[in-house]
């Protein structure tokens, strides 16, 4: 049975050309970059020309980027770097990833409600600002994790600046490389959360952008590495594998928008075809997916439940794929994400995300096209009394 | 050879329950439900014993996965169990899990994904010919748990593993040092796991409940004393009852939320020659002789008749506690179970 990998937005296969611009530094480039002799400037190089690349695909200065251990500290670092360097509140989407959503909760700070098709509402933006006053940091993420919809920054940026001037603007783009032009669209935005295994990268490194003269506390003392920003040894080999990443991604971006969004209607024709009171999450009344980035396929599917939906489409047909989010234990966690954008918790229940990815292949689509119909149709057989199993 | 899914809580028992299905030759994949959503570590099933679970299964090479049922427990197990309480029962929630979700939700389950067995770390058996197969007492009766299985039905008595039902407690820790198991000496639960994770019964109940301080009463109604919280006491209790201890000892006879009284007598005021079980459902033939009758999770069994739905006491014995279980054996098998009135 030939696996099929449908979970990109989870995390994505590291690319081969990534892995091998990597090996050389785990082999060779072994010195601790904060260092003066010959093995530590060998590997300072290396880890400043991975910033430069890095930072001509963010659109920002070599400068303005600071390696974390990924999105996650990327998040943390913005908003509680800020919130502890300008008094004030911060406000994020009710969509963002748990990674901002509960940090702004921890810090006392209000959310900014979604339409149904996941898109902030700018109104409420506006008197949530006005009503936090002072705010220290706005986030509001660039593309879902779990639905791919895309937030129009500019169009935020703008409510920001008229209804919190003095707040810093921040995104969590970690889902957005491989899809967008992340500078053109983050161009607005004080800082700018980056990731590398959602493009093919390796796990364990990720960058904050920080814009020249937002302050910033660090959240790490110690060697001072990062301009002060972030102390740690730093991965450089990491930093290196993110920079072959995104570029690749930069790259290949526009064939790779092109082939999925071909793969997503598809796919979306085909279940829809096979399963016709399944709810296209995004596209409740058939609107369009056009506001969501092309590698995602999200639906709900009625008298259905995730998880075992998930277990046949792994165990029957070696497809990968997922629900809402994963916690800690493994479980499925119920979607915020959905709940903030109004679909009803029971078929949230039967939810289902297929991302695609670099690695994607049409076979791939068509394995699950078929697959999803078949898990679907044994779960609903076997359900009793009308009660999902 | 079966495919076998295993219920792993993440304790000795399941654990080698898992490990005696592999070493028959059968198909194991493992599970853990996720079934209480209480942010604390603490209790049956938290995420340090799912961790517990899922390293055993990758030590005994079997697949491991966890199941959602926390809308389910909470409407079927959770909601029934305050309720009850509330109405001054003495519910058993165990009782309830393994009728609803153990047997049922997670039995459907399973066969959707093409398990032919599922199979549970409880110390119990199952005996009789196919069709007609009965719950019986485990081989370690100070560690039987026959009584919280009365509920599963024929269906699931036909398709439910019980491995470690032959073995003793002792056994069972002995084989899963042998095996290498982290959970060898994990200490066993010792209350219903969303109480337990939730600080206890009062702090539970408490906060989904009113609580409301009782009068302590005689059987003509004089006022003895008060309780804290009428809901949190059961029929036949002797201690916490706000009355001093001595030669003649009161238990609670009937406790009355919303009259706000509990209702005291001596131990003979306690007894009583029958129960009525007004739900009552036999697990295969009706028994119209002498069997015995367990009323609670660690009671000791009665000799009774059963007829229909009453319970008659060969001898008079202690009233039993409104909301709980009340199980007959023949012998050593579960012959029926149902709910005290």
Redesign the interface.
Known sequence: MTPRYLDHAATSPLRPEVLGAMVPVLRDLHGNPSGGHGPARAARAALEEARDRLAAVAGCAAGEVVFTSGGTEADDLALRGTVAARPGTPVCSATEHHAVLDVVGRLGGPVVEVDRRGLLDLDHLARTLSQAAPVAVVSVHLVNNETGVVQDLDAVAEVVARHAPGAVLHTDAAQALSWLDVAAATARADLVTLASHKCGGPKGVGALVVRDGRAIEPRLLGGGQERGRRAGTPDVAGAVGFAAAAELARVERSDLVARAGAWRARLVAALVAEVPDLVVTAAPTGSGLDHAAPGWVHVCVPGVRS??LL??LD??HGVAASAASSC?????ERSHVLAAMGVDPQAA?GSLRLTLGWSTTGADVEAVASAVPAAVA??RA?A?HG?A? | MARGLVAMSGGVDSSVAAALLRRQGHEVVGVTLKLWGGPSDRGCCSVADVDDARAVARRLGVDHHVFTYTDDFDRLVVEPYVADHAAGRTPNPCVECNRHLKFDRLLARAEALGFDRVATGHHARLVGPPGRRRVARGADRAKDQSYVLHPLSAAARERTLLPVGELTKSEVRALAGELGLRTADKAESQDTCFVLASGGRRAFLGDRIPLHPGRVVDRDGRVLGRVEDVELVTVGQRRGLGLPGGADPRYAVAVDPAAGTVTVGSAADLLVDRVEVPDLVWATVPVAGPVTVQCSAHGTPRPAVVDGTTVRFTSPERRVAPGQSVVVYEADEVAAGGTAA
């Open positions: 998880e075992p277990f046949l165990d029957e800690a234990s493994g479980a499925q229940a044994r779960l076997a009793r009660v199993v």
